[in-house]
């Protein structure tokens, strides 16, 4: 039984708990609706539940300890009633997760002009946001692959309003830098239970854990200068264009807002772009045209740059790229059996094999020191032949 022994929370009890949270937090705020409970949606880092209340359509969110599910069901925060009695303590203190989420989206909306999904309410842990409908950028990158280079690009132009001084310093009070891709990769692949880690993704961990040395040794330096405020989770799926595809783009996800590199939000977007191709791969043409549109893409976003300042711009995009893919490969195959994992991640576990070859290339071929654009191309060329099965 839960919380007798030392072993780690199961996901049938994390689940029971996050409907009870979800179903008392409405009752508070909404009193008297009408509240159902519709689909789970799966996720490796927050439990998520699609909520009709009444006639509104909303996504109810429960977070635990600020922690992933992945760590949580691992028992990196003990066992079920550890967790419980230190999730208790955890939403009553300030500045939790899912505040500092709520609290950036409003950031977004009310002073950077960009239209993301509205905050419905924020109660006893559980965050409710408004769904937003539309074709994603995944959406129409598979079927207007021409375009990619141009959605892509415009999905991030739209978040130009984040680089506002008064947003930046409203950015800074609840910034969400723990989540950030290098943050993450530091904490996940530290000296000390990087490799414990590693050993749970079998014969994958041992190759992942080769890339994790390299990609060590490439870390950047820390940034000199003004540092961006960055979106911090810019997704194909989280972008939807609710009018299609002439439309502006519209988060439907809260954002990891903080100080970042500049690279990092084209980083992320390259980087599951790239897994999506692999995951799902298009016909030979339309892999080649979203590929292309990558290429397009990296180029707008250093379209004023000098020569030296687009390599070392590019060899960054690449590093963070590659940290960010070796982040959620590793989570995807070290998740407990008993967590659902989305669609997509189960795809990308099963093409593993041919992620590690990507990853393995690029990194031998920055650590050769092989000239960072000529990486940026052989990098995407090794893309298309992976989309090409």
């Given amino acids: 039984m839960a919380g007798t022994s030392s072993a780690a929370p199961a996901a049938a009890d994390v689940f029971a708990y996050a409907d009870r949270q979800i179903e008392q937090a409405a009752a508070k705020l909404w009193p008297g609706a009408v509240v159902r409970l519709e689909v789970h949606t799966p996720s490796v880092t927050t439990y998520?539940?699609?909520?009709?209340?009444?006639?509104?359509?909303?996504?109810?969110?429960?977070?635990?300890?600020?922690?992933?599910?992945?760590?949580?069901?691992?028992?990196?925060?003990?066992?079920?009633?550890?967790?419980?009695?230190?999730?208790?303590?955890?939403?009553?203190?300030?500045?939790?997760?899912?505040?500092?989420?709520?609290?950036?989206?409003?950031?977004?909306?009310?002073?950077?002009?960009?239209?993301?999904?509205?905050?419905?309410?924020?109660?006893?842990?559980?965050?409710?946001?408004?769904?937003?409908?539309?074709?994603?950028?995944?959406d129409l990158l598979a079927k207007e692959p021409h375009r990619s280079g141009e959605l892509m690009t415009r999905v991030l132009v739209e978040l130009a309003g984040l680089q506002q001084p008064a947003v930046a310093r409203s950015v800074d009070e609840v910034a969400i830098a723990e989540r950030g891709i290098g943050p993450t990769f530091h904490r996940k692949f530290n000296g000390i239970s990087g490799p414990t880690y590693l050993r749970k993704a079998g014969q994958t961990g041992e190759v992942l854990a080769g890339m994790v040395g390299r990609l060590r040794r490439l870390r950047p330096a820390p940034a000199a200068g003004r540092r961006p405020v960055v979106y911090g989770d810019l997704k194909p799926d989280h972008?939807?264009?609710?009018?299609?595809?002439?439309?502006?783009?519209?988060?439907?996800?809260?954002?990891?807002?903080?100080?970042?590199?500049?690279?990092?939000?084209?980083?992320?977007?390259?980087?599951?772009?790239?897994?999506?191709?692999?995951?799902?791969?298009?016909?030979?043409?339309?892999?080649?045209?979203?590929?292309?549109?990558?290429?397009?893409?990296?180029?707008?976003?250093?379209?004023?740059?000098?020569?030296?300042?687009r390599a070392a711009w590019?060899?960054?995009?690449?590093?963070?790229?590659?940290?960010?893919?070796?982040?959620?490969?590793?989570?995807?195959?070290?998740?407990?059996?008993?967590?659902?994992?989305p669609e997509h991640a189960v795809k990308i576990t099963q093409q593993a094999k041919v992620v590690c070859t990507l990853l393995d290339r690029t990194t031998a071929n920055l650590l050769a020191g092989t000239d960072p654009q000529a990486v940026w191309r052989l990098a995407l060329a090794d893309v298309a032949k992976a989309a090409d099965r």
């Fill in 48 to 138: 998520v539940r699609r909520v009709q209340v009444d006639d509104r359509a909303l996504f109810a969110k429960v977070s635990l300890l600020g922690l992933s599910l992945v760590s949580v069901l691992r028992g990196t925060a003990g066992d079920w009633a550890q967790v419980q009695a230190a999730q208790a303590a955890y939403q009553g203190s300030p500045g939790t997760l899912l505040e500092r989420e709520a609290r950036g989206l409003d950031i977004l909306r009310e002073e950077a002009g960009v239209p993301a999904c509205r905050v419905a309410g924020l109660q006893s842990g559980v965050l409710f946001t408004e769904q937003v409908t539309g074709p994603t950028l995944a």
């Fill in 239 to 309: 972008a939807v264009f609710p009018g299609g595809p002439e439309s502006r783009s519209q988060p439907s996800q809260p954002a990891h807002h903080a100080r970042g590199r500049p690279q990092t939000d084209a980083a992320k977007l390259v980087s599951r772009t790239v897994l999506n191709l692999i995951a799902s791969p298009p016909d030979r043409a339309a892999a080649k045209a979203i590929v292309g549109g990558i290429e397009v893409f990296a180029d707008a976003m250093t379209a004023d740059l000098g020569p030296d300042e």
């Fill in 314 to 341: 590019i060899k960054h995009l690449v590093v963070l790229w590659l940290m960010d893919t070796t982040n959620i490969l590793s989570t995807y195959l070290t998740c407990p059996a008993d967590l659902p994992l």
